[in-house]
């Protein structure tokens, strides 16, 4: 189980390619430790590129936090860290240990995020992280990992009987609305910037020509797309209504599976897109959520384990938390 409280090292540090590419703006200068756990430091980078990180994948959804909501937001990604530093130094005490093999695969999964060792290495010097300390970070969650398989998980068990019974109570749940499943590339601008935005909007217009000449929608979103989702060919899976950003939801609702809009304005700059899926609204059958019921019910079961434990620990640990 992935554990929320785990944080990959891509969003500890926030070292997508993309990411990396995003202007941070000017902060007042920070404590160097954001907090402080048992003697161990939470540094003040690992919190703002997560903060920063966090930001990004909402504003991709169409959603953003205000000033006034900041502080509750960096308090609870602080939150988040501490806990994490905490299950990984129970790790310690139960002698949970990573394979410097599997380890290795992990960072070898992370260099493949750059595409060159250079840009990898521009990146991380941009960001004052250093390849030791991504290594550092990594292990921490393969050890947190290996802490909550071998203390938390493997008692639990959901029978078939107990996802049924949730399923009749819940079925409200399971009442699906309309989806689509679409695919997009994003040329970016500032809507300030009028000749910026004009110059996005040809690129858009020369992309869709050569798209409905034939030309491969996945392989020229890789290539061209500013979008994260440029890695999976712009596939941004399936959503509903309300997820998206207004223009975008109201043209990718209004064509057919297979259409290939015209181009889309957004407050991200302009969108081609690509519907590849329409679903209509409807109940999910209980064979096809059976198994996420199953994991779902096992993976609350677990996580109330970890909170109490998590309560437990605090009671007894030393704690500074830094003006954030």
Same mark, same amino acid.
């Given at each position: 189980?992935?554990?929320?409280? $785990? @944080?990959?090292? %891509?969003?500890?540090?926030?070292?997508?390619?993309?990411?990396?590419?995003?202007?941070?703006?000017?902060?007042? !200068? +920070?404590?160097? +430790?954001?907090?402080?756990?048992?003697?161990?430091?939470? =540094?003040?980078?690992?919190?703002?590129?997560?903060?920063?990180?966090? #930001?990004?994948?909402?504003?991709?959804?169409? &959603? #953003?936090?205000? !000033?006034? &909501?900041?502080?509750?937001?960096?308090?609870?990604?602080?939150?988040?860290?501490?806990? *994490?530093?905490?299950?990984?130094?129970?790790?310690?005490?139960?002698?949970?240990?990573?394979?410097?093999?599997?380890?290795?695969?992990? $960072?070898? #999964?992370?260099?493949? #995020?750059?595409?060159?060792?250079?840009? %990898?290495?521009? /990146?991380?010097?941009?960001?004052?992280?250093?390849?030791?300390?991504?290594?550092?970070?990594?292990?921490?969650?393969?050890?947190?990992?290996?802490?909550?398989?071998?203390?938390?998980?493997?008692?639990?068990?959901?029978?078939? +009987?107990?996802?049924?019974?949730?399923?009749?109570?819940? $079925?409200?749940?399971?009442?699906? =609305?309309? /989806?689509?499943?679409? /695919?997009?590339?994003?040329?970016?601008?500032?809507?300030?910037?009028?000749?910026?935005?004009?110059?996005?909007?040809?690129?858009?217009?020369?992309?869709?020509?050569?798209?409905?000449?034939?030309?491969?929608?996945? +392989?020229?979103?890789? !290539?061209? /797309?500013?979008?994260?989702?440029?890695?999976?060919?712009?596939?941004?899976?399936?959503?509903?209504?309300?997820? %998206?950003?207004? =223009?975008?939801?109201?043209?990718?609702?209004?064509?057919?599976?297979?259409?290939?809009?015209? =181009?889309?304005?957004?407050?991200?700059?302009?969108?081609?897109?690509?519907?590849?899926?329409?679903?209509?609204?409807?109940?999910?059958?209980? !064979?096809?959520?059976?198994? &996420?019921?199953?994991? @779902?019910?096992?993976?609350?079961?677990?996580?109330?384990?970890?909170?109490?434990?998590?309560?437990? %620990?605090?009671?007894?640990?030393?704690?500074? *938390?830094?003006?954030?």
């Amino acid at each position: 189980m992935k554990y929320m409280l $785990i @944080m990959g090292i %891509m969003l500890v540090f926030g070292i997508s390619v993309s990411a990396m590419a995003a202007d941070t703006p000017a902060a007042p !200068a +920070a404590p160097k +430790a954001a907090a402080v756990v048992n003697g161990t430091e939470i =540094p003040t980078k690992i919190l703002d590129t997560e903060v920063g990180l966090e #930001q990004q994948k909402m504003l991709y959804s169409g &959603q #953003q936090i205000g !000033a006034s &909501q900041m502080p509750v937001f960096k308090k609870a990604i602080l939150e988040k860290l501490i806990d *994490r530093e905490l299950l990984y130094q129970a790790s310690e005490k139960e002698g949970i240990k990573v394979e410097d093999a599997k380890l290795e695969e992990q $960072i070898t #999964q992370i260099k493949k #995020q750059f595409p060159d060792e250079k840009t %990898m290495e521009k /990146s991380l010097a941009d960001k004052g992280i250093t390849l030791a300390e991504i290594r550092s970070q990594v292990k921490k969650s393969m050890a947190v990992e290996g802490l909550i398989k071998t203390k938390f998980e493997k008692d639990v068990t959901v029978d078939d +009987a107990k996802a049924d019974e949730f399923y009749k109570q819940n $079925i409200e749940k399971f009442k699906k =609305p309309e /989806s689509v499943k679409a /695919s997009h590339i994003l040329a970016k601008c500032d809507k300030a910037d009028a000749a910026g935005c004009k110059k996005a909007e040809e690129k858009i217009k020369d992309l869709r020509k050569k798209i409905a000449a034939g030309g491969d929608f996945a +392989a020229l979103a890789k !290539a061209n /797309s500013d979008c994260p989702s440029k890695d999976q060919g712009g596939d941004l899976g399936e959503f509903g209504r309300g997820q %998206m950003v207004k =223009p975008f939801e109201d043209a990718a609702f209004a064509m057919k599976q297979g259409d290939l809009s015209q =181009p889309v304005k957004t407050d991200f700059g302009w969108h081609l897109i690509k519907v590849t899926g329409k679903t209509a609204a409807g109940t999910v059958p209980y !064979a096809e959520v059976k198994e &996420q019921i199953k994991n @779902m019910l096992k993976n609350k079961e677990v996580s109330a384990k970890i909170r109490a434990y998590l309560e437990d %620990m605090k009671k007894d640990a030393k704690i500074e *938390r830094n003006q954030v």
